[in-house]
């Protein structure tokens, strides 16, 4: 029983008498099609902000972080113990602290990070977002966030002086070579740290063999929130078990709430265009009010009336699905140059990196948020199909065809 299929596809692909009808049509495809290539867009892009957030802060701390007020006297046991467990790939320790850095006459505040050159990069990336050997890292030498070095003019090659104030009258000074620059890739963390070895950092802030804290790798990062219970269970108070969505959660948060806000405002693009659906097809029940009374008179039960109609509603939404999947991964996947296209032309940008903190668009088409998508919308397009194809399956065949 196919002549239904062939019937809605007929309908689809022809003219209509009143010309009104194919222009609704028309808008209805765009409107799903605009809806469906506008979620995917934004929702790639929510996705790339995501996966950057999350690469950054890992790339620079570490996936898990166990921390101590104080600082950690004796990290060497603890790490033993930590790197015995199961799931744990790596473990390195590393110092923190708020410092001041002057060249000239500007003077800023910078968060200093001792890292252990020969561990570091079984942790976290910071070695790698060095343009410099980390081996050159000694007692007199550092390296800056390119962002801080351009704001505060800075060269490979200057000495700076770094200052840690103990009180207004007790200040560690030291006097730095900076042989290299920091690039993460995000602003805040780029204008605003310096590292230096470890030694040097704990030397600096006057704490011996001490660490501020452990930095952990993990096997298999989907386990962080398993694995930072069973890290605060066995080391317990004072320590802390921090993760990397701890060191941002506002900005991670913020992120997850956008991502569903967006969702549902573009999916009312959607709604909007299966609302024209349903005019369409009404109307269009209206002019082939004829061929249903023929329909029902030579024999067509209520059923396969209503499925003419119901396809009818499917074709539309799936033709919009299928232009807006198309442009949406199309364009999704072109974000960046379409950016940098419009910045030349205009001269404005439209995604700062001191505001977003990324130093180009970061987007990540997700085929699961992809499916969701177009799931959502052939669903909307098929209840959009109900009650036109309801109302055709109703009428009476001697009064669609009396007057005809």
């Known amino acids: ?21 194919s222009f609704i049509n028309v808008i209805s495809v765009l409107g799903v099609a605009l809806g469906v290539a506008s979620l995917i867009i934004v929702l790639s892009v929510m996705n790339g902000f995501d996966r950057e957030v999350q690469s950054k802060i890992i790339g620079t701390y570490a996936q898990l972080m166990i921390l101590k007020n104080g600082g950690i006297a004796s990290p060497g046991a603890l790490s033993a113990r930590v790197r015995s467990l199961p799931g744990v790939r790596a473990v390195a320790g590393f110092v923190t602290g708020q410092a001041v850095l002057r060249n000239k006459d500007s003077v800023t505040g910078v968060l200093l990070k001792g890292i252990d050159t020969e561990k570091e990069s079984e942790v976290t990336e910071v070695l790698s977002f060095m343009d410099t050997d980390a081996s050159a890292l000694d007692g007199d030498t550092m390296v800056l966030g390119s962002e801080l070095m351009e704001a505060m003019d800075i060269r490979a090659g200057d000495t700076v002086e770094l200052i840690v104030p103990y009180s207004l009258l007790d200040l560690e000074k030291s006097r730095f070579k900076v042989i290299g620059s920091f ?12 590292v230096v070895d470890i030694a040097t950092a704990q030397s600096l802030y006057r704490m011996k063999d001490a660490v501020t804290g452990v930095a952990v790798r993990l096997e298999d990062g989907r386990k962080i929130q398993e694995m930072k219970s069973r890290l605060q269970s066995m080391t317990g108070y004072p320590y802390i078990v921090k993760s990397w969505m701890d060191l941002d959660r506002n ?25 024209n ?15 249903i009374g023929i329909l029902k008179a ?22 919009g699905v299928a232009v807006g999947g198309a442009g949406g991964i199309f ?3 072109r974000v960046d140059r379409i950016a940098e296209f419009i910045k030349r032309m205009t001269g404005y940008e439209l995604f700062p990196n001191d505001v977003y903190y990324f130093s180009e668009i970061p987007v990540r088409v997700s085929p699961a948020d992809v499916c969701v998508i177009i799931t959502f919308a052939i669903l909307l397009a098929l209840a959009a199909g109900l009650y036109p194809a309801w109302k055709a399956s109703r009428l009476d065949p001697v009064e669609a065809i009396r007057y005809e």
Request: aromatic share 14%; hydrophobic share 60%.
């Open 1 to 21: 029983m196919m002549w239904n299929v062939f019937l809605s596809i007929r309908y689809f692909l022809a003219k209509r008498k009143a010309g009104i009808i």
């Open 183 to 194: 690039t993460s890739g995000r602003y805040d963390y780029d204008a605003n740290i310096a």
């Open 251 to 275: 900005l991670v948060s913020a992120l997850a709430l956008e991502k569903k806000l967006m969702f549902i405002i573009l999916g009312i693009i959607v709604v909007v265009a299966c609302f």
């Open 277 to 291: 659906i349903t005019s369409s097809l009404i109307m269009m029940v209206m002019e082939k009010t004829r061929d």
């Open 298 to 319: 030579i024999g067509a039960n209520s059923w396969g009336v209503r499925s003419v109609f119901f396809l009818e509603g499917f074709f539309i939404g799936a033709f």
């Open 331 to 333: 364009i999704a996947n």
